[in-house]
C-alpha cells in the first residue's frame, strides 16, 4: 500500500480563494508564488492518487485562529473515507484546546496538524507542548509544520534545534516533523534531530533538497521513523517518491515508509 502522509485539501467552494490567499502571501515574503499541482479539492486529490498510483492520503487541515476549529474539523470529519483520511487541528492557546483533542479522539480521529508559523506559536512553548502529550495520552498522532515557510516572515518558530530542546518535555514517538524535520534547515536535522523519537515525513523536498543529504538522513535517521508525504497541491505525489528513488532509495525501503505510515494509521 502506498500512502502518502501529507496532503491538503479545502471545500470546494473555497479551494481556489484559499489556494490565492497563500499565493498572495508567498510573494508578498519571497516575491514569488510556487506551482500547484491539483486544484486542492478532494476530487482534485483523488484525480493526483489515480495518476500516481498511490493507495491512501492523510489530508492535513490547519487551524489558523480558535474560531475555525468546529468548521475545520466539520470538514475534516465529512472528507475521510476509505481512502484519504484526514486529521483535525486545534488552535494552540485557545482555552478549549485540550477538550477538542478529547472530542476529536471518541469521533475516532486518527491525528491532528498544527503549524508554528501559521499558528504563531513556538514549539517549546507551554501550550504546543501541552497538546502533544495531551495527544500523546490520547494516542493521537501530531504532524507539526517544521522549517522555514515561505510564506511568513521570519523568526521560524520550530526550528531543528528549537524542536530538539521540546523534546525535552515530550516523547516524540507520535510526532511527525514534516519536511524531513525541517524546512531548508537540513544541516540542523542531521545535528540536532537524526536519531531521535520524532518521525519524519519527505514533504516538499523534492525542488529543495540535495539527494544525497536527503538519502543520508532517512537511512541514519531510520525507514521505521520516516513517512512518505508530499504537501499536494505543492509537490505532485508521483514526483514526492520519483524524487526518492532518485536519491538512490531502493523500492523496498520506501515501501518500508509506508509500513510505517501503516503502523501510525494503525491499519
Known sequence: MKIDFHTHIFPD????????????????VSGKGLPVFSDATKSGLYTSMEKS?????????????????ETINNFAKRVTDGNIISFGS???????????????????????????????????SREMIDIINKCYDLGLVVVIHT???FGIEPPVHCTPEQMRKALNYFDGNNVVAAHLGGFMMWDDVEKYLVGTNLILD????????????????????????????????????????????????????IGQMDNTAKKLLRL
Open 13 to 28: 467552494a473555497l479551494a481556489e480563494k484559499a489556494v490565492d490567499s497563500m499565493q498572495r502571501g508567498l510573494k508578498a
Open 53 to 69: 498510483e498511490i493507495d491512501l492520503c492523510v489530508a492535513l487541515p490547519v487551524a489558523t485562529s480558535a474560531k475555525q476549529t
Open 90 to 124: 486545534v488552535f494552540p492557546g485557545a482555552p478549549d484546546s485540550l477538550k477538542w483533542l478529547e472530542r476529536l479522539a471518541k469521533e475516532g480521529f486518527l491525528g491532528i496538524k498544527l503549524h508554528p508559523e501559521y499558528q504563531g506559536a513556538n514549539i517549546h
Open 147 to 149: 522549517g522555514v515557510d
Open 202 to 253: 519527505t514533504s516538499m523536498l523534492s525542488r529543495f533538497m540535495n539527494k544525497e543529504q536527503c538519502a543520508r538522513i532517512i537511512r541514519s535517521h531510520g525507514f521505521d521513523k520516516t513517512v512518505c508525504g508530499s504537501d499536494s497541491p505543492w509537490e505532485d505525489l508521483g514526483d514526492n517518491r520519483k524524487f526518492l528513488t532518485e536519491c538512490g532509495l531502493a523500492l523496498d525501503e
